[in-house]
């Protein structure tokens, strides 16, 4: 297995899927990527076939978009084994590229069930994948009939480069006027904030708070002790762009 990076974003491919995106760093995977992250959606979809299977085999088509516009030279994998935690991307594979348009082909597959479609983020060691089933625990099949196209959804990339501010990894702050800040993000429409307590028992006020600019004041009361904060931006079709890392965490020194 080559190391894959997963990115944990989410996308969706096949029936009551969703998409991930693997970062090594996060997911390992056996393919040339590293970053996962889940996301569910309907993953396979009607299509207008571009190019007959040979026969006694089938062909995967679809669309690979980023920032909802189509994403050209993008490698998509086909595995016949898949585990987003262990293991990656093994078996017998198959690979195909996007043209200008987005669209690949990955032709004249060995008709069975797959375990993995993996899109790569660009050039670099990510990629997502589809999930199904709560919180993404399984990756989505794909069965590959002979003689026919298997059309899959829309896959929407999404990077993991949002950079994050202030508090920094490791910062110690108080609670009283705690203002978080992040870069812009290009072509973003707005941004959606996580804080998570490392205290199981603690229940934090912050989970997917929409936010229009690129600084949020913290009003709601946290409880002394370690909270990890992510940031996602979104476009104006609510296509996620990019996240943040998902291990930038800062410590309350004075709360209640």
């Known amino acids: 297995m080559t190391s894959t990076k997963i990115v944990l974003i989410c996308i969706c491919l096949i029936a009551a899927a969703g998409l991930t995106s693997c970062n090594l760093n996060k997911n390992s995977r056996s393919t040339s990527e590293s970053t996962s992250s889940p996301v569910s959606v309907d993953s396979t979809a009607p299509g207008v076939e571009k190019v007959k299977p040979a026969p006694g085999t089938g062909n995967v088509q679809g669309l690979v978009l980023y920032n909802s516009k189509p994403a050209e030279n993008i490698e998509v994998k086909l595995c016949e084994t898949f585990n987003q935690y262990f293991g990656g991307c093994g078996g017998k594979t198959y690979t195909a590229r996007t043209d200008k348009e987005g669209e690949y082909v990955i032709a004249n597959v060995e008709p069975k069930v797959y375990q993995g479609l993996l899109a790569k983020v660009f050039d670099t060691d990510s990629s997502v994948f589809a999930t199904t089933g709560i919180a993404g625990i399984s990756s989505a099949k794909y069965e590959v009939a002979a003689d026919k196209t298997l059309f899959i959804t829309p896959t929407h990339l999404f990077k993991g480069d949002l950079k994050l501010l202030d508090p920094k990894a490791g910062a110690k702050v108080s609670a009283q006027n705690l203002a978080l800040k992040w870069e812009p ?50 476009n104006s079709a609510d296509k996620k762009l990019s996240e943040s890392s998902r291990d930038i965490k800062f410590t309350i020194t004075d709360g209640p």
């Open 185 to 234: 993000y290009p072509d973003a429409a707005y941004y959606k904030l996580s804080i998570y307590a490392d205290d199981a028992t603690v229940t934090s006020p912050y989970i997917g708070e929409r936010v229009d600019d690129t600084s949020f004041d913290i009003d709601k009361p946290l409880a002394k002790g370690t909270y990890r904060w992510q940031v996602t931006a979104y």
